[in-house]
């Protein structure tokens, strides 16, 4: 009498391969997601970090013209709220420009002008916005600078308080 001889079965099998695929599959997916937070994290410390030297930009700005941030009649210029617009009144700061003779607030006008600008342009995409609240009752001023910025995850807000 012949006896059946058993094989072993060598290798994977088609369910053992299965599984496998998923496995993989399941930790390919996460490493994406975990790819792409990463990305977006990425983004929005860079976002930060320009409205954090925006901050400071403005401040120095203000710094370098004291009369306009505080005069005789304890009146700020720089007290500007987000959406302000001004005329020209002809002030150039740049390295280089012929100076004219402009008052503390039209400097305060020209500055704010420009720092809107340069948001627009470092923050592109993002609809920034800047906002200077000085209040005017301590002494030194107090400021409080905020930068409102948008991005696909939602509203960002970034504000400084400080004393010149």
Same mark, same amino acid.
């Given at each position: 009498m012949r006896t059946a001889r058993v094989r072993r079965q060598g290798g994977f099998g088609l369910i053992e !391969?299965?599984?496998?695929?998923?496995?993989?599959?399941?930790?390919?997916?996460?490493?994406a997601r975990l790819q792409t937070h990463a990305l977006r994290a990425a983004?929005?410390?860079?976002?930060?970090t320009v409205a954090v030297a925006k901050a400071a930009e403005i401040v120095e700005r203000m710094r370098a013209n004291p009369i306009g941030v505080l005069d005789a009649n304890d009146a700020s210029s720089y007290d500007i709220r !987000?959406?302000?617009s001004f005329a020209e009144h002809g002030c150039d700061d740049r390295p280089g420009a012929v100076a004219s003779s402009c008052t503390p607030a039209q400097l305060a006008e020209h500055d704010y002008t420009r720092w809107t600008a340069s948001l627009t342009r470092d923050m592109p995409g993002t609809s920034p916005s800047g906002d200077i609240a000085v209040q005017t009752g301590t002494t030194p001023p107090t400021v409080t600078v905020t930068i409102n910025w948008t991005e696909r995850s939602g509203d960002k807000t970034y504000a400084t308080t400080l004393q010149l």
């Open positions: !391969a299965l599984v496998a695929m998923a496995v993989l599959s399941i930790g390919l997916i996460g490493l983004y929005t410390a860079t976002q930060r !987000a959406g302000s």
